[in-house]
């Protein structure tokens, strides 16, 4: 099992930028794929981007592409979501996530990770 903490939401206005960070325990931290999701209030939980164990190969929804970048930190047991011009529909509760049952292919449906973090909610008014 893994244990999933996030930080670093807040509130932002649009165009500015936020990094997110996610600490990973209780399995090896650099054998899984990492992921973050999203969920808007009355939205159904969304995907935004993940990464595969080594780091090597990431993948991004269309709707954050260019402007958000995954990274992970294997020996900080750490992802990361650097979002940038941000706007104001990227308003959400941002959740990361592990599949622990991949180290290479990347799945962007939610039922395919099985840790789940907290939330960490953020906020781009206009």
């Known amino acids: 099992q893994v244990q999933l903490v996030e930080s670093g939401g807040g509130l932002v206005q649009a165009g500015g930028s936020l990094r997110l960070s996610c600490a990973a325990s209780?399995?090896?931290?650099?054998?899984?794929?990492m992921g973050w999701f999203r969920q808007a209030p009355g939205k159904e939980r969304e995907f935004a981007a993940a990464?595969?164990?080594?780091?090597?190969?990431?993948i991004y929804a269309d709707s954050v592409k260019g402007r958000f970048t995954i990274s992970r930190d294997n020996a900080k047991n750490t992802v990361y979501l650097q979002m940038n011009s941000l706007k104001p529909e990227d308003t959400a509760v941002y959740y990361c996530?592990?599949?622990?049952?991949?180290?290479?292919?990347?799945?962007?449906?939610?039922?395919?990770?099985?840790?789940w973090g907290q939330g960490t909610q953020v906020t781009v008014s206009s």
């Open positions: 996530a592990a599949d622990s049952m991949r180290r290479y292919s990347i799945r962007v449906i939610t039922t395919a990770y099985d840790s």
């Open positions: 209780g399995r090896t931290f650099s054998s899984y794929v």
């Open positions: 990464i595969s164990a080594n780091g090597y190969n990431t």
